[in-house]
């Protein structure tokens, strides 16, 4: 696994032009539209979020290494060719993207709990951004690991939810995108739940939209809409 990796976040919806195709047009689009972003990313997934938002239909993930300068912008630029033939037929809602990278707060562990390039899927994914407040970074660093211990010990008490961290400051309009996977929501929703009450929460600005996605492999999410 490369030392930082990219992920890039495509919420997407069908259009009507799509929908006024019929089922065998529909299909052969689809098998070109993965085909194409396969040669894009190491990885591509289509996850499944209509019906758990009325506004997007599928999530687009795609990962790739990111340990050479000119690794993200060669992504963005073939993502960006690759994705424009299809504009008529898929609808960008939203996009969200980050890198990996060590913990400030817990020296030596890897950047991921998520395996993005090499990882088995579970079947939930959940996505958002998240922004800190102000004050967040104007406390003593000893302040902030003492907030961050409390957030890791309760994230330790689920360890069948996995987390990845994405950095994204400066990039995008947050500062990080918060991703986890699971296989049942029952234990994510306590986690989350549990996070609220944390000493933490109250240095958070931001962190919505939330968007949960039901894993498919990627042409099976699509023919959902063939």
């Given at each position: 696994m490369p030392d930082r990796t990219l992920s890039h976040f495509s919420f997407l919806r069908f259009t009507r032009a799509h929908a006024?195709?019929?089922a065998a047009t529909r299909q052969t689009l689809h098998e070109e539209f993965l085909a194409v972003l396969r040669g894009v990313a190491q990885r591509v997934e289509i996850y499944q979020v209509f019906p758990a938002r009325g506004d997007v239909d599928i999530l687009l993930w795609c990962a790739a290494g990111a340990d050479q300068p000119a690794d993200t912008a060669e992504f963005l630029t073939h993502f960006a060719r690759a994705f424009n033939p299809f504009r008529r037929h898929l609808e960008p809602v939203e996009?969200?993207?980050g890198l990996t990278r060590p913990s400030p707060y817990?020296?030596?562990?890897k950047p991921s709990g998520i395996d993005p390039l090499e990882g088995k899927r579970q079947r939930y994914l959940t996505v958002y951004p998240f922004v800190k407040t102000a004050a967040w970074y104007a406390m003593s660093r000893e302040a902030r690991q003492g907030m961050m211990n409390e957030h890791i010990k309760v994230g330790r008490e689920y360890p069948d939810v996995d987390q990845m961290l994405l950095?994204?400051?400066g990039l995008q309009d947050q500062e990080f995108v918060v991703v986890y996977e699971m296989e049942d929501l029952s234990g994510y929703l306590?986690?989350?739940n549990e996070l609220r009450g944390t000493e933490g929460r109250r240095f958070t600005q931001r962190d919505t939209p939330i968007t949960t996605a039901?894993?498919?492999?990627a042409e099976e999410t699509l023919a959902l809409w063939r």
């Open positions: 006024k195709l019929d996009t969200l993207f817990v020296p030596g562990k950095y994204s400051f306590q986690l989350v039901v894993y498919h492999p």
